[in-house]
């Protein structure tokens, strides 16, 4: 079973559209991490957020946020006002205290259009 | 100050021939990790380093990976004898811890023909 789940493997949106990007992974960890990571056309990858699972407070990063929902097992990430320089691919990731494991997302990749 | 540093950025080369590519972490952070990512397959963890330790090679795909950290500075990733199968983008990156956030490297796009 996939630990992190991108289901939409593709999105395409109009420029200012607001877009949610869904990831829900699965653990028995009590205690792990949640990132997201964007990698642009020109293919590196830059890190945006990082959650710990005792902080299920939502976050707030200018267009960017994040909620985290412990009881779906979920942490979606919302650009509000896309623009066309947040197409990109963007990966959903798991980190595991007690297993040592570190899992990413098949990613899912944006398309903004002006 | 400098992110994590990969060459060479692009590699091509015929299959059977060695590929070795380099990484240089960015300065404190004990843990250095390569990946893998093909459009099949997606981002792929190959192995982990702890203070130049290897802990987890159990993405290596087959004895012709082998990777090294002789220092904490400098960490190489050997293909021998390189396929084409093998052709990918190989990424590195390294955090301060095994939970911390990895910060990741440019990336060496391979092509083994």
């Known amino acids: 079973a996939q630990k992190v789940t991108q289901a939409q493997t593709e999105i395409s949106v109009v420029e200012k559209e607001d877009v949610t990007l869904d990831c829900v992974y699965e653990?028995?960890?009590?205690?792990?991490?949640l990132f997201w990571y964007k990698q642009p056309p020109s293919g590196e990858l830059v890190f945006l957020i990082r959650?710990?699972?005792?902080?299920?407070q939502n976050e707030i990063s200018g267009r960017y946020s994040w909620n985290f929902q412990k009881s779906t097992s979920s942490f979606n990430f919302t650009i509000t006002a896309s623009q066309v320089v947040d197409s990109a691919v963007y990966f959903c990731?798991?980190?595991?205290?007690?297993?040592?494991?570190?899992?990413f997302g098949s990613g899912t990749k944006l398309n903004v259009k002006p | 100050d400098a992110g994590v540093i990969q060459s060479p950025r692009h590699e091509v080369t015929e299959m059977g021939q060695e590929v070795t590519l380099r990484c240089k972490p960015i300065?404190?952070?004990?843990?250095l990790f390569w990946y893998r990512q093909t459009m099949m397959r997606g981002l792929e963890l190959l192995i982990y380093?702890?203070?130049?330790?290897?802990?987890?090679d159990s993405g290596m795909p087959e004895d012709r990976f082998s990777a090294k950290m002789p220092n904490a500075s400098f960490s190489t990733l050997k293909i021998q004898p390189s396929e084409p199968r093998d052709s990918a983008v190989y990424f590195c990156?390294?955090?301060?811890?095994?939970?911390?956030?990895?910060?990741f490297g440019p990336g060496t796009r391979l092509l083994v023909l």
């Open positions: 990156a390294s955090s301060t811890g095994g939970q911390e956030t990895q910060y």
């Open positions: 653990t028995r960890d009590t205690t792990y991490y």
């Open positions: 959650r710990n699972s005792f902080d299920e």
């Open positions: 990731a798991l980190s595991e205290v007690d297993f040592n494991k570190f899992y």
């Open positions: 300065s404190g952070h004990d843990y």
């Open positions: 380093f702890n203070n130049n330790v290897p802990i987890d």
